[in-house]
């Protein structure tokens, strides 16, 4: 009996450890939740899923690159980007500061196919250099996280897109059976992410490359093959996240999905994806952002400033990084 106590109390310590940020998040949402008789609602509900999805589908991408330890600090920019090119083709005829004057409506899925297709560039790039040239990915993204502004400043020449078509705008309004399309997007995606990381070869190869990457080189595993994959799926996800962002406000920028990356590292690492690789569950990241937007609604219904809110959320991204830290060394 003593035995078995003593599990149970180094089992409920150890939990309580694992996801002290949820924890303290969870008590926070119950707070606000008493406080504010509106807080619970189908409406909030769905602003927390419409906030939510893009979120999850950058997360997704990230995921990948840090679970074979390393990171992807070009997402942000990389979803400006996708944004910026989908509105840029996909506004209305003869609005006044359209970006083609002359181009006519262009098939909305071959414009995302191509938004897709373009992101995707930057990624295999992030892919092979890390890969090939050796390069940290810490590095690597951090320049092409500027290179791929500079791109998207020159496309757009620093102005905003607005003006965009309801054939497109019509996404993120949209809704079945009262489920936004936007939620059905990301779930999807969240669904075939699951799918690739725990039953395909490729997710094994994942994981083996996170966990000790010069075992898996000895087992066999091509990892600069696998590499590339993971940061060229990585930049389509961001691009999808753009294209979806952007139909929601109805307009974008060059500035749409500045610090996003930082954001997904956050939840990704809040759902238990570790930055130091071998380590992560779709499951894990879905609780992850939807735990660091319903923080952040929180502080808003709660009227806390904007300014505060972002000293918050840097604390949460400190703290969810050193317990993960904590974590990594207490098992050595």
Request: positive net charge; hydrophobic residues 50%.
């Amino acid at each position: 009996m003593e035995k078995s106590s003593k599990i149970n109390k180094k089992a409920i310590s150890g939990f309580i450890q694992n996801n002290a940020i949820i924890i303290i998040i969870f008590f926070i949402i119950l707070y606000v939740g008493f406080k504010k008789d509106n807080f619970i609602s189908w409406d909030n509900f769905k602003n927390l899923a419409v906030n939510t999805a893009g979120r999850f589908i950058i997360a997704l991408g990230v995921s990948g690159c840090l679970i074979t330890k390393g990171t992807d600090l070009s997402a942000g920019r990389i979803v400006g980007l996708g944004a910026c090119i989908a509105a840029s083709l996909l506004q209305k005829s003869g609005v006044s500061g359209k970006v083609f004057p002359d181009l006519p409506n262009l098939n909305i899925l071959l414009v995302f196919a191509l938004t897709l297709l373009i992101c995707s560039v930057f990624g295999f790039m992030n892919g092979v250099i890390i890969s090939f040239l050796k390069v940290p990915p810490f590095i690597t993204t951090l320049g092409m996280q500027t290179l791929v502004y500079g791109i998207c400043l020159v496309y757009t020449g620093s102005k905003p897109i607005g003006s965009l078509r309801d054939d497109y705008t019509v996404i993120a309004k949209g809704s079945i059976l009262r489920i936004p399309y936007l939620l059905i997007i990301a779930l999807v995606c969240g669904a075939l992410i699951w799918v690739l990381y725990n039953k395909t070869r490729h997710g094994k190869y994942m994981y083996a490359i996170g966990g000790n990457e010069n075992a898996a080189e000895v087992a066999g595993v091509n990892t600069s093959r696998v590499k590339i994959k993971i940061y060229t799926l990585a930049a389509v996800l961001y691009a999808l996240a753009g294209i979806l962002l952007a139909a929601k406000a109805g307009g974008t920028s060059v500035n749409m999905g500045a610090g996003y990356e930082l954001e997904a590292i956050a939840a990704c690492t809040i759902g238990g994806v570790s930055t130091n690789g071998g380590v992560g569950k779709v499951s894990g990241i879905l609780i992850g952002v939807l735990v660091f937007e319903l923080l952040k609604i929180s502080l808003q219904f709660l009227g806390v400033e904007t300014s505060y809110t972002y000293i918050v959320q840097g604390l949460v991204i400190i703290i969810a990084v050193a317990l993960d830290l904590r974590k990594y060394l207490a098992k050595k």
